[in-house]
Each structure stands twice: as structure tokens, then as C-alpha cells.
């Protein structure tokens, strides 16, 4: 009858609604990888103990040294960034990864916010949602500023960012950057509420 038919087209319209929007929260954030390394993975897959310390530029507890991040300026295996930033808990022997950056700088922030169009447009289509944008004062430097797109997910948080630094920074040799950032939720969580 034709109001079967009607049940069965709203059925199966609902059916694959459902289904698609399972599929989204069953996203996971370790299945996301700068440099081949994911959320949850183990530092010491791709680094020693010592080469931790020794190629290790910045070291940075957080509050209350809940979490401390590494900052490599360079690794062997980096192909598509210049440096790779990654945080961990400090006791943890295993290193497992809680968040992890990859960086590029540039000379002009013209390139840099061109990139970060073109990485949001990208990250909209896979993750299927619109990001977030941001704009404000770079955290560490008052003189300097930065753009950001958020992709807030079930499991964790995804950032695109650009840092448009002030000339007389440039001129120290501090180059604007793009920062593609993955975290846990937990340290997503960290970072919003208990950090600052």
C-alpha cells in the first residue's frame, strides 16, 4: 500500500541517518597522524630515553606537572614537518602520546594562512562538522598574534593555528608558524579547564 511505502522510504532514510551519525561518534583520534605518529602511541616507538633529552630544544611542565611537552627543532624521520612538539605524562615510563604537533614555519604569513585555509577546507570534509574559529594575542608574546580553526571531537580536539609574529621577533629569528595540533580528551580537558 502506498502508505507503506511511505513507512519503509522514512525507515530507511532514518536507518542510514542513524547509521551514518554512529559511524561519526565511533571516530576515533588515534586514527589521526602527523608524521606517522597517532594519539596513544608510544614515544619510544620512534625515539629513545636519550634521544628524548638530547634532541629535546624546549621541555615544559604544565600545572602541577600533569603533563610536560618536548620540543624537537628537528627529527631523522620528519618529511612533511620542520619540528614536532609532543606531550606526555611526566611518570609515565611508557610515554604514551597525549598530544603531538607538527610545525611549519614560514617567512610571510601570507603562505602560512594560505596553508591553513587549505588544511580547514580538508579537515571539514574528513571530520564532516564546520571548525571552530579563533582569533587573539599569541599566548607567549604580546606583540604577536594568531588565527586557529578547532575541531572539537568526541574523543579528543584537532587545531590548526597560525602565529603571525611581530617583525622585531622575526628579526630574533622567531618565524611565523603553523601549528597542526592533536590531544587527548583528557588533555583537552586539562587544557580548557585546569591549566590556566
Known sequence: SEWESVFMKLFLSLLIFFLSLQSW??????EFEIEGISIGDSLLNFITVNEIKKKSSDTHYYKDNKYVYYFFPSLDFLT???SLQVTVKPNDKKYKI????????????????K????????LENV???DAIYDEGQHPGYIDSTYKRFVFQLPDGRVDCVCFD????????????????SIVSEDFNQFITYENY
Not at 25 to 30: C, E, G, L, V
Open 98 to 113: 597525549e598530544g603531538v604537533d607538527g610545525v611549519i614555519r614560514y617567512k610571510d604569513i601570507k603562505e602560512c594562512n
Open 115 to 122: 596553508k591553513l585555509a587549505e588544511i580547514k577546507n580538508e
Open 80 to 82: 612533511t614537518y620542520e
Open 127 to 129: 571530520f564532516g562538522i
Open 165 to 180: 609574529m611581530s617583525k622585531k621577533l622575526e628579526n630574533q629569528g622567531k618565524l611565523d608558524s603553523l601549528y597542526i
Open 25 to 30: 561518534t565511533k571516530a576515533d583520534i588515534s
